[in-house]
Each structure stands twice: as C-alpha cells, then as structure tokens.
C-alpha cells in the first residue's frame, strides 16, 4: 500500500526540504563528493559455529555534497587539529568540516602550549551539542529569555544554546525539569534532534505509528523513528569489519568524534534525500497478520537501530560477537529460525521459528524450488537480491508486507524497516523463500 492512496515512494527525488533548504541558503549553491562509507572485508565466526558473513549489500550511501558560501567557495581549514591520528581517520573530513571550515564544534581554545586539540574520544556533552546545532542551523536566532533550567547558569554563554535546543525542540529537558549540560550525548539524542531539523519529524510519527490495516499496532519506543531515519540518511559510522567493538547502538554515549561524523552527514546531504524519506515514510501500514506474525514484526521492531555487524547474529552479548549487532542474514536468523542443536534464541522470542539451517544469503537463496516472485510474497517471506549484479545472491532481508522489509545492510549501518516496494529493492530483487507454512 502507497502513502496517502496512491503516491509513490520515490527514489531519490530531486526537491529539498525541511532545514536543509535553510541550511542550502545560508551558504548558497553546492558542490558533491563521494562519501566514503567502508565495507567488511573478511569472514567472522558465528554463534553456531558458521565461519561466514555478509560483506554488506543494500541500496549505495547518500553521496556527499558541500555546500558553499555567498562568495562561491569552500572556506579552506583554517585550523590543524594536533590530536587526531590514524585511529580517527574515518572521521577526519568530518572534524574537518564541523570544527576547521565551519565554527560548530570549535570548542577548546589553543592551549599553552601553541596547540588546536578536538579532543575526539572525549564524550560530546549535551550543552556542546546544543551549542553546535544552533550554530550550524540557527547562528542568528534569538533564545527565549523565559526559559531556564535549575542547573544552567543564564548568566553563562551555555543558556543561549541550551534554550534554543529547547524551545525549537530538538533536544528534550530531562523528566525533573532539568537540563543535564554535562551528561553525554547518546545516539537517540543525536539523531532525534538532526532528524527533527531536517524536517522528518512527520516521518518518524509515522514509524512510530506502525500498524496493520485491521488496525493492530506494536509497541514502539518514542525514539524509533528518528533513531531510524538517522541510519537511513547515514548518520551514525558503519565500522568495518574487525573494529565493530567500535560501533555504537542506540543508548551509547557518543565520543565527539562520532558527533562530528553526524552533523557532517547531516549538513551535506544531497538534494531529494530528506524528500526521498517523508514520501516512503509518509504511512507505514502492514497487512493484517496472525498473531505469530505480528510476533516476528514486533521482534524485529525491538531491535531496529542495532548495527550492523559481518557476521553478527545476535541481539544479546555472546561469546564471540564483541557487540550485539547483526549483519542481513544473521537478522534473518534471529527473526527466523528455531530452536535447534548449536542454537538457541536467548532470551526466548514469543515464538518458535521455524526451519531455515542456511546462513548466508546466498545459501538460503539456494535452497528452495519455490522461487517467489514479488507479487508472490507474504509476511514472513525472505527476500534475496544480488546488489552487485555479477548473478550471485549478496543480500537478504524479511518482508512484512506491503512494501515494507525488517533490513539489516552495511549502508545504513543497522536494522531498519526499509521500504522494499520500488528503487534498488525492488531492482536487485531476485526472488523470495517461504518457511512459515
């Protein structure tokens, strides 16, 4: 079923919208680059006992585009950070771009000794995201001298900010009324506000108002749909594979370093992506299911936002997974299969599962002589595609219905519910496999 009747999901379209359009004016005109996003490159062991993994499929990154100033050009780095090494290389052109060529995280002065530091294992604090959303999205705004908080100074340079984040919504007060300046920034607070700033705000209602057309509905966290559309625009860093200790998932505090990294893709998303999302997201219904199958949706829906990991199979700490986290066909397991000899879901799902021994893509897509088509599919169903077009099987993923999957892919970084229905979905689909009967 298409959002609001009969508009389709685009792919990609070309019109901007939200704070990026303010963002796009203030620095006028723009430039592109490739983002860089890295890929696994080689095998893990798996719970029971698989010594494989999926490198990675699903639709290409957000390509990176600059925007540039009134005069026409980028600002070249007018600062060199003197502690960022080989270990922050995947976020250099980040720090770069938020704290060198623009001012929204250039929060430590030179010290005594003639040196920039960012600091970029130093957990980003509430009052410093604060600080760098309104300098980034509302340099010129004016705080509300009404608002305050038992536990910010107005008389500091942090009551501007902090009122700002406040008033336009982007960041929440905590339950007491207070503001916690110093408590770390998580991944559900980071993605909510940029989500909430580029206009998705609509979206991630819709996220979280997932139901059926006999009107079930799930139980969704407040904080699912913006914590989802941050993986969609590519938000959080996806770690390859060997350093997935690295990842984050949704609770974890952030290191200013991977801040950086967000509001870099957040600020240099190419026209049609914030578009792309509120049309795909503009309703997200599901057929009517039985109860097992709203089981296994619910199932998966507590697990959206769990990064991606080659190899990775299960939601739980585990010997021999440094993180929870999985990668397209260890999502497909864990929603999946049963009980049997080497696995054993725990804690327990409120189902049983049913028979699926393969592992990866490319076997699961192997075994079966019922090649579904795509007007074939059920809820339950699995779905293949080969992204790489060499004719080989590399992706796997669990429909819902209606258009919708339970995804887990490298380009995002984790579990979502993907739309499925049209672009490179539904171009790299090869065929899908039925297991629940």
């Known amino acids: 079923m298409a959002p609001r009747g009969s508009v389709r999901r685009g792919w990609r379209a070309l019109v901007v919208t939200g ?89 430590y002065q030179v010290d005594e000794g003639g040196l920039t530091r960012f600091r970029p294992n130093q957990l980003a604090t509430r009052k410093h995201f604060a600080r760098s959303l309104m300098r980034a999205f509302a340099p010129d705004a004016v705080a509300d001298p009404e608002v305050s908080f038992p536990d910010v100074d107005p008389t500091t340079r942090w009551q501007k900010p902090i009122a700002i984040a406040v008033t336009s919504g982007w960041i929440k007060p905590m339950p007491d009324g207070t503001f916690a300046p110093d408590d770390p920034v998580t991944v559900i607070v980071a993605h909510r506000a940029l989500a909430l700033i580029l206009g998705l705000k609509p979206a991630a209602k819709a996220i979280g108002a997932i139901h059926t057309a006999d009107g079930d509905t799930f139980s969704v ?119 049997d000899v080497g696995w054993e879901v725990s804690p327990p799902r409120p189902y049983a599962g049913w028979a699926l021994p393969e592992r990866t893509s490319a076997e699961m897509a192997r075994m079966t002589t019922d090649r579904l088509r795509y007007r074939e599919l059920r809820p339950g169903d699995m779905m293949f595609y080969d992204g790489s077009g060499d004719g080989v099987v590399d992706h796997v993923d669990t429909y819902i219905g209606n258009g919708w999957a339970l995804d887990s892919s490298s380009t995002p970084g984790g579990v979502t519910v993907m739309w499925v229905g049209d672009g490179w979905y539904r171009e790299h689909f090869t065929h899908g496999r039925r297991v629940i009967g």
Not at 67 to 72: C, E, F, I, K, V
Not at 253 to 279: C, E
């Open 221 to 339: 966290p407040g904080h699912v749909g913006t914590t989802m559309l941050g993986l969609r625009l590519g938000l959080r860093y996806n770690f390859p594979t060997g350093s997935e200790t690295n990842d984050v998932g949704p609770t974890d505090p952030l290191p200013r370093a991977y801040m950086a990294y967000s509001l870099w893709r957040a600020t240099t998303l190419p026209d049609g992506a914030v578009d792309t999302l509120l049309t795909q997201y503009a309703e997200v219904e599901l057929p009517r299911l039985t109860a097992k199958k709203m089981a296994l949706v619910q199932w998966g829906l507590d697990h959206v936002g769990f990064p991606y990991y080659w190899g990775g199979e299960w939601g739980i700490d585990v010997p021999g997974q440094s993180r929870p986290g999985f990668d397209c066909s260890g999502l497909t397991w864990w929603l999946l299969r049963r009980d």
């Open 19 to 107: 704070s990026v359009v303010v963002l796009v004016m203030q620095l006028a005109g723009a430039a592109t680059g490739l983002s860089s996003t890295t890929m696994g490159q080689t095998a893990s062991t798996g719970r029971a006992g698989s010594a494989i993994g999926e490198p990675g499929s699903g639709e290409p990154a957000w390509p990176v585009v600059y925007p540039r100033r009134a005069r026409g050009e980028l600002v070249e780095p007018a600062i060199t950070f003197t502690d960022l090494d080989e270990r922050h290389s995947w976020a250099r052109k980040a720090i770069t771009w938020v704290a060198a060529s623009n001012d929204w995280m250039r929060d």
